[in-house]
């Protein structure tokens, strides 16, 4: 068999390059399955001056809030920004939580549905 590299080279399954990025994606999905980090996801900030204007206001908030200390946390391979933490504490408030459940499982049915 054969694998596509992030680059789009297609190498056979014994390369180096395949098993070397196996073994990094083993370790690092298995850290980040669900963990809490102040900063995971986020660039640093040199990196983030270097595009001025291109930042919309919840990507502004979201830093305000990791700036003040909300945690951003991974649910698998999904980061959850505070914004989102934030939403779904005031959903829980509105709908309780047959209602949030309700929401996820739409959310996980629309997702499946579009695979």
Known sequence: MVRILANGDIVQDDDPRVRANAQHREN???QEFFSMSPNA???PPQQQAAR???RSPFSELNQQLVNMGFPIWNLGNQ????????????LLMMVGVRGLLL??????VSHLSQR
């Not at 980061?79 to 005031?90: D, K």
């Not at 929401?103 to 996980?108: D, E, S, T």
């Open 79 to 90: 980061v959850v920004e505070p914004v989102m933490s934030i939403l779904l504490l005031f």
């Open 52 to 54: 001025p204007g291109g």
């Open 41 to 43: 996801g986020h660039a």
């Open 28 to 30: 690092t999905s298995r």
């Open 103 to 108: 929401v996820g499982l739409i959310y996980v």
